[in-house]
């Protein structure tokens, strides 16, 4: 069959058509980015991670999209994790190290860029809607860093007092814990709805499943697995919600959608196996779920073992959306070829692990090795003497492909792989501020007999 011009450009004009992804790049239209983040949402906490929670919204996003395995925090608690997804560096870089109280004067210094704000360069409109956890400050609030508007709780629902603010302004206080979830919901659909014409950058840090819990009437008491199962099946609704408006209006084909959560579950939830929680630098308190759909462009289906960090959000964004750079040195990679199945695996330097100042692991690799602990467990009482980092006497290297749970010491029979992450260590460390230095060098300073370390001993070998 031969075709006259005519009749090509009818067929070439119906194929873009109908397949919206080629046809928003072809008239030049930016994706959109979704970014929703739970706070203390476990590794083992979504069915399709093995839960026995009922999540369907997110199982699909997991069917349609890629899931990781290897998606790593960048800190075991709230406040960092959230400083490394807005900026790509390391939260030590940024000058949040810990979590932020109310009593906090300090938040997001002006000196660091975010999401919001490369993508304001293309005329993207922001929101973010929950917890913001970066500074209650009205320097520090998202409108002050690249968000056109703010919807949420300033920080953790279990500090006081506890302002539900729109913008700057204080709605209620305190905020009503079980409208939450579903107000944060309508927001975020309002918004997709007000910014469908526009490209779009949608920031959700849900307050759930940080204590203490509460779920709306329609959610509270149906799961079988108690409060915790009701507001994670309250958040996969809301998750669902998003999904069915970027439906509805045509938008699925043209936007990230990207699910995690900021750090390891605290009192409840799973580690899926891990070892560890939330204030722990062991897997289970670092590692999280981490979920990206864009039809047409993200492999259905796909499973990514492949490393990958919270830091990594902003220059993958930066990248897809077409935004320079911050001039800030990122410590991110554009994770994109891992999201997309171009790649498996991607070069990348070693990934430290951070508690408060406090270097304790890095991870290159398969490899995690751990040269320094605290001297007591994260929320139990202090020693005598206090809280303190010291080395171990020993470090111990663990091979996580074959030893998630962190169980088997293999670092007698590597040798080399320790003396090579350790140069890694020394060789980044220098790069970072003075305070990380100089604890650094305290730490390494001091003597494993200065105090007991508060892991569980092991037994002695008979």
């Known amino acids: 069959m031969t075709l006259n011009r005519r009749d090509f450009l009818k067929l070439g004009a119906a194929a873009a058509c109908a397949h919206p992804v080629l046809n928003a790049m072809a008239a030049g239209q930016p994706p959109n980015v979704v970014m929703i983040l739970c706070d203390d949402l476990g590794y083992g906490d979504l069915g399709c991670y093995g839960s026995k929670i009922r999540t369907p919204n997110l199982d699909r996003l997991a069917a349609e999209g890629a899931r990781f395995t290897h998606f790593l925090s960048a800190n075991p608690v709230c406040s960092p994790s959230r400083a490394a997804l807005m900026t790509g560096r390391y939260p030590t870089r940024v000058g949040i190290p810990r979590v932020l109280f109310p009593k906090d004067t300090t938040g997001i210094p002006d000196s660091e860029t975010t999401i919001a704000q490369v993508l304001k360069a293309k005329s993207y409109k922001t929101m973010a809607v929950g917890k913001w956890h970066l500074g209650h400050l009205p320097q520090f609030l998202p409108t002050a860093h690249g968000f056109d508007e703010y919807f949420g709780i300033p920080y953790s629902n279990d500090m006081s007092p506890r302002p539900l603010m729109h913008n700057t302004e204080t709605l209620e206080e305190p905020a009503k814990l079980e409208t939450l979830t579903p107000r944060y919901t309508e927001q975020a659909v309002r918004f997709i709805e007000k910014s469908k014409d526009s490209p779009f950058f949608l920031y959700m840090p849900h307050t759930y499943p940080h204590i203490p819990l509460a779920a709306s009437e329609r959610f509270r008491g149906k799961s079988p697995l108690g409060l915790y199962g009701d507001v ?42 891990l070892r560890g929680r939330k204030g722990m630098t062991y897997e289970g308190g670092v590692r999280e779920p981490f979920l990206a759909r864009f039809p047409g462009r993200i492999p259905r289906g796909r499973v990514c073992h492949g490393l990958a960090s919270m830091m990594d959000i902003m220059p993958t964004v930066a990248k897809l959306c077409g935004v320079p750079l ?31 100042i406090n270097m304790q692991c890095a991870r290159w690799g398969r490899w995690k090795l751990h040269v320094t602990r605290y001297n007591s467990m994260a929320y139990s009482p202090a020693p005598a003497a206090g809280r303190i980092n ?36 020394e060789r980044l460390v220098e790069g970072f501020p003075e305070d990380i230095r100089k604890a650094w060098a305290e730490t390494k300073a001091k003597s494993v007999a200065d105090s007991a370390i508060g892991a569980v001993p092991r037994p002695a070998k008979q």
Do not use: C
């Open 232 to 273: 994670v099946e309250e958040v996969d609704w809301s998750v669902g919600q998003v999904l069915e408006t970027l439906k509805k209006h045509g938008l699925e084909s043209n936007t990230l959608v990207m699910f995690s959560s900021d750090n390891g579950p605290w009192f409840q939830g799973s580690p899926g196996g």
């Open 390 to 425: 010291l080395p171990l006497k020993q470090p111990e290297l663990y091979d996580l492909r074959i030893d998630p749970e962190e169980g088997y010491d293999v670092a007698p029979e590597h040798p080399d792989v320790v003396a090579q992450i350790r140069g890694r260590i």
């Open 326 to 356: 911050p001039k800030n040195p990122l410590d991110g990679i554009d994770i994109w070829p891992l999201m997309t199945g171009q790649k498996e695996e991607l070069e990348r330097e070693a990934i430290l692990y951070f508690d408060n």
